[in-house]
T-cell receptor, first 111, second 115 residues
């Protein structure tokens, strides 16, 4: 069966360091993958989309990689700030216009 | 800015009641989605609509129905609410475009409690 795995344990890092979050999947061949940020009690907010023929995508302090051989995406936040503390969700393109979401990883950036 | 609004932030209903959750988007998006989010289970798709009066079942449609009479509005209906439908419900919308799909814009969510 199709499966998306994100580390369910919270990631705690010090302000200024680079945070790296992992999204692994099995039994998928997604055309693209997306990353979202979700704050407590709010809906997810789109951050980045990366297509299967793209190895890397950047947006300001964010960087996403997509390795279709390893079936893995890495999400990096450089020079992390306490305001980056949130839950980050990866989502894989499924049939048609549908996405399947991972369970999310909570990031805590300490000052 | 895209805006997706949901009719209630918090809702408390009794077992067996019929519950309507409304979602409105203002960006003329073709696609609209209903998800529920539960601790440890993540976001799960209930129903998806790609056009007015069109719908497709998601991963967990049992116990739910939907209605899309106008492009901007997508309703989720719990015909007879049960306690296991206590959850956070999130509506989202996106542009259409077939294979080249776009990001989803989410509403603030409705926290439904069924007692």
């Amino acid at each position: 069966s199709q499966k998306i795995e994100q580390n369910s344990e919270a990631l705690n890092i010090q302000e200024g360091k680079t945070a790296t979050l992992t999204c692994n999947y099995t039994n998928y061949s997604p055309a693209y993958l997306q990353w979202y940020r979700q704050d407590p009690g709010r809906g997810p907010v789109f951050l980045l989309l990366i297509r299967e023929n793209e190895k890397e995508k950047r947006k300001e302090r964010l960087k996403v990689t997509f390795d279709t051989t390893l079936k893995q995406s890495l999400f990096h936040i450089t020079a992390s700030q306490p305001a980056d503390s949130a839950t980050y969700l990866c989502a894989l393109h499924n049939a048609g216009n549908m996405l399947t979401f991972g369970g999310g990883t909570r990031l805590m950036v300490k000052p | 800015d895209v805006k997706v609004t949901q009719s209630s932030r918090y809702l408390v209903k009794r077992t067996g009641e019929k519950v309507f959750l409304e979602c409105v988007q203002d960006m003329d998006h073709e696609n609209m989605f209903w998800y529920r989010q539960d601790p440890g289970l993540g976001l799960r798709l209930i129903y998806f609509s790609y056009d007015v009066k069109m719908k497709e079942k998601g991963d967990i449609p049992e116990g739910y129905s939907v209605s899309r009479e106008k492009k901007e509005r997508f309703s989720l209906i719990l015909e007879s609410a049960s306690t296991n439908q206590t959850s956070m419900y999130l509506c989202a919308s996106s542009f259409g475009g077939g294979y080249s799909s776009y990001e989803q814009y989410f509403g603030p969510g409705t926290r439904l409690t069924v007692t």
